[in-house]
Nanobody
Framework: VQLVESGGGLVQAGGSLRLSCTAS????????MGWYRQGPGKQRELVAV???????NYADSVKGRFTISRDNAKNTVYVQMNSLKPEDTAVYYC????????????WGQGTQVTVSS
């Protein structure tokens, strides 16, 4: 299984970005798909996740600004990030809990998001 991310970049404070992540491989079912981030000198933290039952969970710091969505037919998860702040600067990692012949956690390679003030 491979997770491939796209959509990071440099944006000014108040701007928007959309990240995409597509899973490929011998996938039977994607249980959870979402995003984590790791800022400079910080631990990796949850941003937003979406379950196969369409429930979502957001970090308090992004509620009302970020929206996660999934295209199950394409094994793809998106996060629309609006009203970006400098403190959103981080490497954003796609995460998925996927069942193939067994269930495991997978991570993307990370994509840099930089928000300038």
């Amino acid at each position: 299984v491979q997770l491939v991310e796209s959509g990071g970049g440099l944006v000014q404070a108040g701007g928007s970005l959309r990240l995409s992540c597509t899973a490929s491989g011998n996938i039977f079912r994607i249980n959870v798909m979402g995003w984590y981030r790791q800022g400079p000198g910080k631990q990796r933290e949850l941003v937003a996740v979406s379950t196969s039952g369409d429930s979502t969970n957001y970090a308090d710091s992004v509620k009302g600004r970020f929206t996660i969505s999934r295209d199950n037919a394409k094994n793809t998860v998106y996060v629309q990030m609006n009203s970006l702040k400098p403190e959103d600067t981080a490497v954003y990692y796609c995460y998925a809990n996927i069942h193939t012949s067994y269930t495991a956690n997978y991570w993307g390679q990370g994509t840099q998001v930089t928000v300038s003030s």
